[in-house]
Every structure is written in structure tokens, then in C-alpha cells.
């Protein structure tokens, strides 16, 4: 099992401590990059795809781990998309 399929395999299960930089691989491998949001970004960050839709999140702080809120609006979106 590669690294996006154990990552996949986390996102699925919803743990408490995943964490963002997990959530920026994960969503590389789906052709996403990091951008940030408005002039001066703060904690809005999206991730844009060529030819794809747009993911907006909030990064965490002040710990690196994701809300389980987000993450399960993640995993919709990527099984919206065809992606998972």
C-alpha cells in the first residue's frame, strides 16, 4: 500500500490528529495546489486544480490538526468528484 492509499485510508476513518500537511499530500496527489486566500491569506487557504473545482479550507492553529468537520466535508467533496 502506497502513501496516498494509507492516507486515504486515514482521511476515511476521521482520526483526530490529522494534520495539514497530511491533508496538502493527500490532496497533491489529485493534481491540488496550496494557494492562499485574499491579499494577505491568513488562516483561508485554497486549493485550486487544473480543470477542476476549487477546495477552500481554514488552516488550523494553533496546533496543525484538522477538524473532523473538515475533514468529512473533504471526503464528500473528493467522492463528489470522482476522486476516492
Do not use: A, C, W
Request: aromatic fraction near 10%; glycine fraction near 10%; proline fraction near 5%.
Amino acid at each position: 500500500m502506497g502513501k496516498k492509499e494509507k492516507l486515504i485510508t486515514r482521511l476515511r476513518s476521521v482520526p483526530s490528529d490529522f494534520t495539514f500537511q497530511e491533508t496538502v499530500t493527500l490532496l497533491s496527489f489529485f493534481g491540488y495546489h496550496l494557494s492562499l486566500k485574499g491579499s494577505t491569506g491568513g488562516s483561508r487557504v485554497i486549493f485550486q486544480r487544473d480543470g477542476g473545482p476549487s477546495i477552500l479550507l481554514h488552516r488550523p492553529h494553533p496546533d496543525n490538526k484538522m477538524k473532523k468537520y473538515q475533514l468529512r466535508q473533504m471526503l464528500e467533496f473528493l467522492n463528489r468528484e470522482g476522486l476516492l
